[in-house]
């Protein structure tokens, strides 16, 4: 029985470190895909929109 619940919480670590990999992986790769989009338009940085002021300002890292 110990060995079942051994087990059990080894292959659902497994489960939940393979989820973690492939969401950093999934982020890592829209981050590229954005910044190669950028390289190609010559742009300096990507705008947004300020949805309270309307005003446009650079992306900064932490914005999603």
Known sequence: MAQLIFMTIL?????????????????????SRAEEKERQNDAVGTLIEDPETGEYRPRREDDD
Do not use: I, T
């Open 11 to 31: 292959v659902g670590g497994a489960w939940l470190l393979y989820r973690r990999f492939v969401s950093d992986a999934e982020k890592l790769a829209a981050k």
